[in-house]
Structures are given as C-alpha cells and as structure tokens.
C-alpha cells in the first residue's frame, strides 16, 4: 500500500524558512520515478489549495503565485523523497501542508488533479 508520510512543520517566525519533507513508501510494480508530487496548503477556514508540483522526472516544477520566489520544490527519487522549501514566511502561510502524488506516464507534467494517495499533513504557524 503506498504511503506518505509529510515531516518538518513547526512555528517559525515571519521571514523564518522551514523545509518540509514527503516520504514515500509501498512501491511494489511501480517506482517513485513514475509518480508526480504535488503539495497542497490549507489554511485554518479555508479549503485545500494546490501550492506547489513537480513532474516524475523533476524537470517541471510549478507554484502558485501566492509562493513562488519564496518556495522551492524538490525530489530525490533514489531516497523516494520530495521536499518543500519555504522561505520568506509570512502569517498567511500558516496551516496544514500534505503531499500527494499521482501515477503517469508523462515526465514532464505536473498538475494537482486526481492525486492518490495523500499524507496526512504537517502543520506550519508562522507566527511572532
């Protein structure tokens, strides 16, 4: 049964950085490397928002407009790991952060449709 298992939330300060983790697990006919990442924020009263992806290859990432210049999207596909770096904090940021990832054939692609499975999420407070 494939897993993943987000790490590294915590309460930072505005201007602080946190690199947030997702680690995979269960691969039995399939590998990492056939899975697409995508990271999805949601703030406390509100619904889930897509934030950040990453193609199976790792040469596509994109990011909302709400991080991008201050979140930075990475994978290792050897360790089957993806992480989320997050600098330049603001309060808006604060919630709970999951991963999911989804199963394709293209390597060059990333969305945040149809994801399976999901994590069970870190929470992040960005607050003095």
């Known amino acids: 049964q494939l897993q993943l298992v987000e790490s590294g939330g915590g309460l930072v300060q505005p201007g602080g950085s946190l690199r947030l983790s997702c680690a995979a697990s269960?691969?039995?006919?399939?590998?990492?490397?056939?899975?697409?990442i995508s990271w999805f924020h949601q703030a406390p009263g509100k619904e889930r928002e897509g934030v950040s992806c990453?193609?199976?290859?790792?040469?596509?990432?994109e990011y909302a407009d709400s991080v991008k210049g201050r979140f930075t999207i990475s994978r290792d596909n050897a360790a089957n790991m993806a992480y989320l770096q997050m600098n330049s904090l603001k309060p808006e940021d604060t919630g709970v952060y999951y991963c999911?990832?989804?199963?394709?054939?293209?390597?060059?692609?990333?969305?945040?449709?149809?994801?399976?499975?999901w994590g069970s999420g870190t929470s992040v407070i960005v607050s003095s």
């Open positions: 999911a990832m989804r199963r394709t054939s293209i390597s060059d692609w990333c969305d945040y449709v149809g994801m399976d499975p």
């Open positions: 269960g691969f039995t006919f399939d590998s990492y490397s056939s899975y697409r």
């Open positions: 990453i193609s199976s290859s790792g040469s596509v990432t």
